[in-house]
């Protein structure tokens, strides 16, 4: 078993930074890849960024140079740098784990963290 809590959430102004933070517990040393997901009201869960083991790193085309999305072995986190930060930003964002077990994949979330841009 896998569980994942994020921190970071918050109100921040078009143009501003923030840091989500998503540290994960149980499992950890099976975990293959991590990413961030987010939903906006009205529209579907999307995946913003992820990281896969090797660290190559995935990104939709809405965040691509905007946002970051890292991960730190030894502490047991992913993080996602969002820079240059607009309204349409705005979504409740979701971290996201997933391990392959006997050719089984298993997949994890956390509870989520509010992000809202606005002025």
């Known amino acids: 078993q896998v569980q994942l809590v994020e921190s970071g959430g918050g109100l921040v102004q078009p143009g501003g930074s923030l840091r989500l933070s998503c540290t994960a517990s149980?499992?950890?040393?099976?975990?293959?890849?991590m990413a961030w997901y987010r939903q906006a009201p009205g529209k579907q869960r999307e995946l913003v960024a992820i990281?896969?083991?090797?660290?190559?790193?995935n990104y939709t085309d809405s965040v691509k140079g905007r946002f970051s999305i890292s991960r730190d072995y030894a502490k047991n986190t992913v993080t996602l740098q969002m820079n240059s930060l607009k309204p349409e930003d705005t979504a409740d964002y979701y971290c996201?784990?997933?391990?392959?077990?006997?050719?089984?994949?298993?997949?994890?979330w956390g509870q989520g963290t509010q992000v809202t841009v606005s002025s």
């Open positions: 996201y784990a997933a391990r392959l077990r006997i050719g089984v994949l298993l997949e994890y």
């Open positions: 990281i896969h083991s090797g660290d190559s790193t």
């Open positions: 149980g499992n950890i040393r099976s975990i293959n890849a």
